[in-house]
């Protein structure tokens, strides 16, 4: 079985920096792949970043240059350092981490961190 621990959400101001953390625990071997989605009140989920085996990345629109998907294999951990903050960031943030393990390969969600840009 493997676990998912989402951390470091909050509230911030505008234009400030926050940093989520994403933990796989259990029978993790490697993570494969992982992205961070959000969603806001009202509206569906949107992938916002990801990145896969060979450290490749990708980024929405909304967040490119702002925000920074990186992991720590060592750890089993995907982060997103979130800077330059805005209100319309205001969202559930989730992680989808793509986990090989001795039963093989498997999605999981995190459980989902709340991150409020506001003054």
């Known amino acids: 079985q493997v676990q998912l621990v989402e951390s470091g959400g909050g509230l911030v101001q505008p234009g400030g920096s926050l940093r989520l953390s994403c933990a796989a625990s259990?029978?993790?071997?490697?993570?494969?792949?992982a992205g961070w989605y959000r969603q806001a009140p009202g509206k569906q989920r949107e992938v916002i970043a990801g990145?896969?085996?060979?450290?490749?990345?990708n980024y929405a629109d909304s967040v490119k240059g702002r925000f920074t998907i990186s992991r720590d294999n060592a750890k089993n951990t995907v982060f997103l350092q979130m800077n330059n903050l805005k209100p319309e960031d205001t969202a559930v943030y989730h992680c989808?981490?793509?986990?090989?393990?001795?039963?093989?390969?498997?999605?999981?969600w995190g459980q989902g961190i709340q991150v409020t840009v506001s003054s």
């Open positions: 989808n981490v793509r986990v090989v393990s001795t039963f093989g390969g498997s999605n999981y």
């Open positions: 259990g029978s993790v071997t490697r993570i494969a792949a």
């Open positions: 990145i896969i085996s060979d450290d490749s990345t």
